[in-house]
């Protein structure tokens, strides 16, 4: 070949090379784009079936669609499809979920407070120190409560594990409260940094108008074995501040102070406790299905810890021996909301069992859920906030609970459900993990 061929020859490999890579370069970042929008959007809940599957129902759930402000809605479910090998795959849809748009969460937050409550007599790692040793509470500050003694437990003394069913059983503040005291303000909020809970504070008591210095301060505390000091926990303070911008933390025109003393302007939550629906179901998908998490995600609780949860979430009160709850004050359906709506005269499914966490207050019902029917196979988890409160005065009971929240949420849960039994599975459930034998000698 003669020397200006060969130049050309060159040209030409050297020309083709260029596009051969450019090309592949573009296969590539077409590739790379596609890659990351599917990312986005299996990680991203589809904000388009709830919407089409709440306006399909126009007889249960039209008065709140066209209520100027939706009565707040915001809902999370997720679908769960198990393998081939029973691990779950999760799918979320969405409804006006909105992390920015705050709403008091209530008894909601005892939750993650009482885990929180079990990690760390788990890293504690003391001999002697469990969830079942005699917890006495002293004082230190102005308003602390002593504890002594808990006529609800089997022993009539205070312990961790009687506070935690308490909590799980009917949602009982003062168990939360010294739940609070015991892992302490500065604690609690690390630990849901370090689970990314990135849109909840947890900085006070509850029912007791816990507030400013108060809540940084909490009490010291000592837990036996056998009437031996097993460990005291000193009186805390927490220097931290926990600042949140969030739209909808002035609510309301008036508000009743604790005087019972109309005030003529909006109630100010700024300083109060904060958790978002989607950090709510994240507990609850976090500690029902520890396996999908990374190991340094998961929480520090033993097998053990995981099934004394599990129970006494799912476990109706009147089933339960010690603490026990009677009606008429107490009935199955007293806290769960969805599917039952907290109603006294609820008929309950025995193939249905709800694992769960209400909240209820200045007006917001707001339910944390998975819901298993054991007969037919059926799961999901369900999470949902819902506000009324017409004459816009907060303080004053008179909010349209039983109207207009509950009835919403029992409808949601029961058309989700009714969904989720015509729903096609590849695969079948094993759901033997969720199932126990409810007895009162327990």
Do not use: W
């Not at 196979?377 to 909010?399: C, H, P, R, T, W």
Request: with cysteine; proline share 5%; net charge positive.
């Amino acid at each position: 070949m003669k020397p200006k061929a060969l130049q050309k020859y060159n040209k030409y490999l050297l020309t083709s090379n260029y596009i051969a890579i450019f090309i592949r370069m573009k296969h590539f970042c077409i590739l790379l784009l596609m890659m990351i929008a599917f990312s986005g959007f299996a990680q991203q809940p589809d904000t388009v079936f709830l919407r089409g599957l709440l306006n399909s129902h126009p007889e249960l759930f039209s008065g709140i669609l066209k209520h100027p402000t939706q009565n707040e809605i915001q809902i999370l479910y997720t679908r769960i499809d198990r393998d081939k090998n029973n691990v779950p795959h999760f799918t979320s849809y969405s409804y006006r979920l909105n992390a920015n748009h705050y709403f008091y969460p209530a008894s909601t937050v005892k939750l993650p407070t009482a885990i929180f409550a079990i990690e760390k007599l788990n890293e504690l790692k003391i001999k002697g120190l469990s969830r079942k040793s005699v917890m006495i509470t002293d004082s230190s500050f102005a308003g602390q409560t002593k504890v002594r003694t808990d006529t609800s437990s089997a022993t009539g003394l205070p312990s961790i594990e009687n506070y935690i069913k308490k909590i799980l059983l009917v949602s009982d503040n003062h168990a939360y409260n010294r739940l609070y005291e015991f892992v302490g303000r500065a604690e609690i909020n690390q630990k849901l940094k370090k689970y990314h809970l990135n849109n909840t504070r947890i900085v006070g008591r509850l029912a007791i108008g816990d507030a400013g210095e108060s809540t940084r301060h909490t009490n010291p505390i000592d837990f036996y074995d056998d009437n031996k000091l097993a460990y005291h926990k000193p009186a805390l303070y927490d220097t931290l501040n926990y600042p949140m911008h969030l739209e909808n933390m002035l609510q309301g025109k008036a508000y009743l102070d604790s005087s019972d003393r109309l005030v003529n302007k909006p109630l100010d939550f700024s300083e109060k406790n904060v958790y978002s629906l989607a950090d709510q179901q994240m507990v609850l998908k976090r500690l029902l299905f520890p396996e999908t998490f990374p190991k340094k995600q998961r929480f520090n609780l033993t097998k053990d810890d995981y099934r004394f949860i599990y129970r006494y979430m799912s476990t109706f009160p009147t089933e339960n021996a010690k603490p026990t709850y009677s009606r008429p004050e107490y009935f199955p359906a007293y806290c769960k909301f969805l599917f039952y709506g907290g109603d006294s005269t609820a008929v309950i499914n025995p193939d249905i069992r709800v694992f769960n966490k209400v909240g209820d207050s200045y007006g917001y019902d707001i339910d944390n859920a998975y819901i298993v029917d054991f007969k037919n196979k059926v799961e999901f988890m369900l999470s949902a906030v819902v506000q009324s409160n017409e004459d816009g005065i907060l303080n004053d009971n008179k909010y349209e609970y039983a109207t207009v929240c509950l009835p919403f949420l029992k409808n949601l849960g029961q058309v989700i459900y009714q969904y989720e039994l015509n729903r096609p599975k590849k695969h079948q459930p094993d759901l033997t993990k969720f199932k126990f034998a409810y007895s009162k000698k327990q």
